[in-house]
């Protein structure tokens, strides 16, 4: 019987030590993971700027600065309004006036079929949304210097000269928009003055022929 009751209590003895405060066969706690953050350069592709994208609305350009094309290049350098019609060029729309824009487009790189600018492709947009364009420069000798309307541009050589288009007299004049192939791809806002020159206001540029050439 005494060998009996060892035996048991060396059973019971065996079960608490199985039971004890042993750690080696618990699960290692796993410290908390943060999410996955963009790398460096993922953050750097996405804030690079498209150097082509369109320059309108913040990226709008002011008269005399220069729309940066893939492969052509186009300024607006100036614009009088109005521009004074020939003796024998007197806009075809009773009431209007000329605007003039003197154009400078460059091809930076040979693009085949590639054909200089026309007036059909500019507009003049009032503070309240109404384009006026694409007429009045379809003479041969109207305006002077007159910009080659349509032709053959080759690499590395600027054509320069006027086109006009017609607006109503006393037309305010909010932008100056370019749209090649229909595509809206730049405009340009009047300069802010404060010596007297064409301002931009609110209320857009309006008319005067004792300023001349703007921008």
């Known amino acids: 019987m005494k060998t009996t009751r060892l035996s048991a209590l060396a059973a019971v003895a065996l079960l608490l030590a199985g039971c004890g405060g042993d750690t080696d066969g618990q699960a290692e706690?796993?410290?908390a993971t943060s999410p996955m953050e963009?790398?460096?350069?993922?953050?750097?592709?996405?804030?690079?700027?498209d150097p082509f994208a369109?320059?309108?609305?913040?990226?709008?350009?002011?008269?005399?600065e220069t729309r940066d094309?893939?492969?052509i290049d186009m300024t607006l350098e100036k614009v009088r309004y109005p521009?004074?019609?020939a003796a024998y060029r007197e806009p075809f729309t009773p009431g209007n006036v000329y605007v003039g824009l003197r154009l400078e487009q460059c091809m930076t790189?040979?693009?085949p079929d590639a054909y200089s600018s026309y007036s059909g492709e500019w507009s003049v947009v009032t503070p309240g949304g109404q384009e006026y364009g694409g007429s009045g420069s379809s003479y041969d000798d109207f305006p002077t210097p007159k910009f080659p309307e349509n032709v053959t541009l080759t690499t590395d050589r600027c054509l320069k000269g006027w086109i006009v288009t017609e607006v109503p007299e006393g037309t305010k004049i909010a932008s100056i928009v370019y749209r090649p192939l229909g595509?809206?791809?730049?405009?340009?806002?009047?300069p802010e003055r404060g010596d007297g020159g064409a301002s931009r206001t609110?209320?857009?540029?309006?008319?005067?022929?004792?300023?001349?050439?703007?921008?």
């Open 38 to 49: 963009p790398s460096d350069s993922a953050s750097s592709a996405e804030a690079e700027e």
């Open 183 to 190: 595509e809206t791809v730049a405009e340009w806002l009047p």
């Open 202 to 215: 609110s209320a857009g540029l309006a008319s005067s022929a004792e300023r001349g050439d703007i921008g």
């Open 69 to 71: 094309g893939m492969s």
């Open 109 to 111: 790189e040979d693009t």
């Open 83 to 85: 521009y004074p019609p």
């Open 54 to 64: 369109p320059n309108v609305g913040d990226r709008a350009l002011s008269f005399g």
């Open 29 to 31: 706690e796993r410290p």
